[in-house]
């Protein structure tokens, strides 16, 4: 096993998945939270910007706060033993925001304090990525000039279970964002799936949802499309080209 700790810088301007301008790394969540969406928002755009599907997050910023006398507090201590009481406790109250089950707090902390230090690495996006220093009238921000990080994004994310199954995947793009279905396909590939075709829905589909055959349907890749996604729906069906084919809808990622 490995654990990874990716660091993006907050004054990095990330475009937005849905075509809708820039976005500073940092101020995301903030955004997200006009409409009451800032994790789902930060899951979304990290995650195009990545090109790596993202399982869940969680709101640190209670964590640094209540650590606060503690300058030293890094990534690595976000899932620690000594925070471990305090996060389930505000996940019980509500005080805490993260998509993170309990049970999901406890594996990832677990699964954290098992692996060794030359396990466990801290990869700062700025060491594998070529950014370009732009001055703005009141602050600096880091424009993308490279913003392909697609090896490291394998290296880190790819899913062993889903590149076993081998399972042929066709997305079907049914947002009105011209593109998606193609940076969808970009994350599903460095997540290790076996994207065979992308294409564009003849009309608008308002819900997502997959097809899958009977056999493929208790698949692994399955579950993790619909994790990824937020979809409820599956549809039972004969396919020829695919073993799987997910339709993208307006409600994806909202």
Avoid: C, H
Avoid at 84 to 98: A, F, K, P, R
Avoid at 216 to 236: A, D, H, M, N, P
């Amino acid at each position: 096993k490995r654990g990874a700790y990716l660091v993006l810088p907050q004054n990095v301007k990330l475009q937005a998945s849905t075509g809708e301008g820039e976005y500073y790394a940092g101020k995301v969540y903030e955004v997200g939270m006009l409409d009451n969406r800032g994790g789902k928002l930060l899951q979304q755009e990290i995650s195009s910007f990545i090109g790596a599907p993202i399982d869940g997050w969680i709101a640190v910023g209670a964590l640094r706060e209540r650590n606060s006398q503690d300058a030293t507090l890094g990534q690595e201590e976000l899932f620690s033993f000594k925070n471990l009481s305090y996060v389930l406790g505000g996940l019980q109250q509500g005080s805490i925001d993260t998509s993170l089950t309990p049970i999901d707090v406890i594996r990832i902390t677990s699964s954290l304090a098992a692996l060794s230090q030359e396990e466990t690495r801290i990869v700062n996006l700025l060491e594998y990525v070529a950014f370009r220093e732009e001055e703005l009238a009141d602050e600096k921000t880091l424009a993308i000039r490279e913003p392909s990080i697609d090896a490291l994004s394998r290296e880190l994310f790819s899913d062993s279970r889903i590149v076993d199954e081998r399972l042929a995947v066709t997305i079907v793009n049914g947002t009105e964002t011209s593109g998606f279905g193609n940076r969808v396909a970009r994350m599903l590939s460095n997540g290790g799936m076996n994207v065979v075709s992308v294409t564009t829905s003849g009309e608008a589909v308002d819900t997502s949802y997959v097809e899958a055959t009977e056999k493929t349907s208790q698949s692994y890749t399955v579950e993790k499309l619909k994790r990824w996604f937020g979809i409820s729906k599956l549809q039972l069906t004969d396919l020829v080209k695919e073993d799987i084919k997910i339709y993208l809808g307006k409600d994806v990622w909202k």
